[in-house]
């Protein structure tokens, strides 16, 4: 079959739809094969061959050579294959060039159809192949429709979705707006492939970055972590490879350029960007800047950390409805319990009270207790017996005698006392009404009331 336009067709194709030139061709190969099944029968022996050179598909039909002719369509006889080739032998396989005109319509129609099927199957894979490595990348698209709250762009060769999941609050959109996202995940369904899009994710906060400033480009300064509260505030940790180049100056930029660049993009979501450190108190006490720091004690096997801080600057630590505690302990990787010091002392002089008022522990065992870290009542109800053991002074029946009247009294206080008032100290896990309401409200431009951003002094010296 000779048809003049059929490479230009290819190319075109090829190019539009950015579909390899061999996978169209082989289509049109097989489904030249079906029309010809179609029309002949399916144990026809067919052959579809492609001239690259003159654009031309021709159709071969093999057949046997026998002596004997029993199927018309699968053997020739000996004779007729002479006269096709005089040097043809029982046994051998002849092709004989088919007209496609005789395929008729219906052939042609189930050929048209494998072509188009075979079309969209290509252009998916495409698709696919294109976006898949392109996770994690920053892409531009129009808004074309929105679906149950879920934003459906336009993103040139295929469709994307910003799911109401990966949507910041109290964005809004409208068909034509210009939308920036990450590419999330690329799904592979039966319907053609699925591009997620975020704006939430932390790594679309890190990945502007990467973008505006060239230092993290070059790989002088590299980000280390990021946490979010999409449209309300981010941390985002920096360290730099040279000495000489200070890592939070060259992401804030000069007076400011460079994140606000970010700020704007992601809506005046307020930035705080942290000096990374290896040591992770200090690293910690920088996160919740600009709050003064008076301890940290670190629990590693749990991998959380008691931070004490002075009274007047609690309110700051745990931000409004523990916003600040709740970023850094995201930031950090490790759970962090907010106490001021009037709490913290008021609970280790409880804690020494309950330990003195323990039968048999006088001031020099409760001192040894305390050496050994064992600070209240109920940390001797959790001991065991070899624990105990270890502090001078304790024999083995002390040592039962002591865990059993300190699991009686924490029986007893436990029925005792009302619920205790956690005013005084904030989690990142717990009631966000911990925070003190009055260091939220105070106006960004106050230092005492929060770390607003990076062109700020605070957060930059921080």
Partial sequence: ???????RVIEQVSRDKGIDRQILIKALEEALKSAARKKYGPKVDIEVQYSEETGELEVFQFKEVTEVVEEPMLQISIEEGRRLDPECEVGDSLGTKMDTNAFGRIAAQSAKQVIIQKLKDAEKDAVYTSYIDRRGEIINGIVQRIDRGDIIVNLGQTEGVLPIREQVPKESYRRGDRIRAMILEVLHESRGPQVVLSRTHPSFLITLFRTEVPEISEGIVSIMGASREPGVRAKIAVASSNSDIDPVGACVGMKGSR??????????????????????????CSSLAPAEISRVIIDEDNRSMEVIVPDE????????????VRLASKLSGWHLDVKSES??????????????????VGISLADALYEKGFYSAEEIAKASCEELLQIRGVDEAMADSLIEAAQAAVEQNAAAEPEPDAAGAASPHADPDHANDEAGDRPASDPAA??????DEPATEA
């Fill in 1 to 7: 079959m000779l048809i003049s336009e059929i490479k």
């Fill in 259 to 284: 994140v606000q660049n970010v700020v704007q993009e992601l809506r005046g979501e307020k930035i705080d960007i942290i000096p990374w450190h290896i040591d992770p108190a200090k690293f910690v």
């Fill in 313 to 324: 600057f609690l309110s700051i630590a745990i931000g409004k409805k523990g916003q600040n």
């Fill in 343 to 360: 709490s913290y002392n008021q609970a280790m002089q409880s804690g020494y009270n309950s330990l003195m008022a323990l039968p048999g």
């Fill in 450 to 455: 929060s770390n607003a951003g990076p062109t």
